[in-house]
């Protein structure tokens, strides 16, 4: 029964961990990069869906790294794009975008480090190529 009983409280204290683990607070820097990737992947379905404006196809791009220095830039460019307020996804999208640009130069300012200042790499990003084996 020994070995059963250890086994047992060995496994409480892993799912514990496990939990607490889960449960704390995310980083500056893992909340950035949470968020650039959920606005990224929203603006591209906002793109592809049928029921948009057409306006949606008009506005800036909007790939975002926030390795590089010129995605305050383009948060700026993209939250302050005139077309398109009427549309209540695109509303949705750039109030994202606006806590995104609030998060990155107020509460992570110290947190961040960008890698680069290549602005047309926003405008036409590498997609990484995934080879088949």
């Known amino acids: 029964k020994v070995p059963t009983t250890k086994m047992l409280l060995s496994l409480i204290a892993?799912?514990?961990y496990v939990l607490v683990a889960n449960t704390a607070p995310p980083t500056?820097?893992?909340r950035v990069l949470s968020l650039s990737k959920e606005i990224t992947e929203s603006f591209?379905?906002?793109q592809t869906s049928k029921a948009v404006d057409s306006c949606v196809t008009t506005m800036p791009r909007l790939y975002l790294d926030i390795h590089n220095y010129c995605v305050l830039a383009k948060l700026r460019e993209f939250v302050a794009y005139p077309m398109c307020d009427r549309v209540l996804?695109?509303?949705e999208l750039?109030?994202?975008a606006r806590s995104l640009y609030t998060i990155m130069i107020s509460y992570c300012r110290r947190d961040?480090?960008?890698l680069t200042d290549d602005c047309?790499?926003?405008e036409s990003p590498i997609v990484p190529h995934i080879e088949s084996s």
């Open 14 to 16: 892993l799912l514990s």
């Open 94 to 96: 750039k109030e994202k």
């Open 28 to 30: 500056c820097y893992s």
């Open 44 to 46: 591209k379905e906002l």
């Open 89 to 91: 996804e695109v509303s």
């Open 112 to 114: 961040l480090v960008f």
């Open 120 to 122: 047309n790499a926003l």
